[in-house]
Structure formats: structure tokens, C-alpha cells
């Protein structure tokens, strides 16, 4: 059985910082980091794909978030930098057979439960 599970959310004030991660059982092709906000789509936050050694970035989040892989301890990490209010969203992590395209929400098959990160003074 696929497992995926996020931790390290919580709440932050705006410029500060927040490490999420998220343990699986299942690399497949694609890992990446998604958020929804109520009353939004799911959005891209990043995502990486080991194979490539490609890792990309949603725009919001360029220069402020990082991804990294630690493929001894089966985990995807995600740095937050530099919060901002409209960071606040549950935030996923997915993985994905697929490498079509890694940046898509729609290929991934696996999901966690997700994680609250709330950015607020």
C-alpha cells in the first residue's frame, strides 16, 4: 500500500520560515509539493524528478521555497522562506508513475493527507 504522509505544518508570521516534510513508501517518477487554499484549485508549489535531476517551481513560490530529496530516509523536504499570507493553504505531497509532466497535479496518483501551513501576523 502507497503511503505518503506530510508533517511539519503549522503557523508562521509573514517573513518567517517552515520545513515541511513528507515520508513515502513510493518514489515513482514525479514527487512534488501542491497547496489549496478553501475555494481554490490545487496549485503547484514543486516538484522534482530524481531521474532528471529536474526540480521546478510554481512562480508564487520561486526563490523563497526549496525542494530537496533525501532518498535514504524515503523523504521530500520543502523549505519555506520568506512566508507570505497567501502562502496559507493545506499543502500536499504527491507521487506519480507518470514523468510527463511533473509540474501537473493531474498525473499523480498518490497522495497524503496533507498539512496546514497558516502565514498570519
Known amino acids: 500500500q502507497v503511503q505518503l504522509k506530510e508533517s511539519g505544518g503549522g503557523s508562521a508570521q509573514p517573513g518567517g520560515s517552515l520545513l515541511l516534510s513528507c515520508e513515502y513508501n513510493?518514489?515513482?517518477?514525479?514527487l512534488g509539493w501542491f497547496r489549496q487554499a478553501p475555494g481554490k484549485e490545487r496549485e503547484e508549489v514543486g516538484s522534482?524528478?530524481?531521474?532528471?535531476?529536474?526540480?521546478e517551481y510554481g512562480d508564487p513560490v520561486k526563490g523563497r521555497f526549496t525542494i530537496s530529496l533525501d532518498m535514504a530516509k524515503n523523504t521530500l523536504n520543502l523549505q519555506m522562506t520568506n512566508l507570505r499570507p497567501e502562502d496559507s493553504a493545506m499543502y500536499y505531497c504527491?507521487?506519480?508513475?507518470?514523468?510527463?509532466?511533473?509540474?501537473?497535479?493531474?498525473?499523480?496518483?498518490?497522495w497524503g493527507q496533507g498539512t496546514q501551513v497558516t502565514v498570519s501576523s
Open positions: 522534482i524528478n530524481p531521474f532528471l535531476e529536474v526540480t
Open positions: 513510493y518514489r515513482g517518477v514525479c
Open positions: 504527491g507521487a506519480s508513475s507518470s514523468g510527463d509532466d511533473c509540474r501537473s497535479s493531474s498525473i499523480y496518483t498518490y
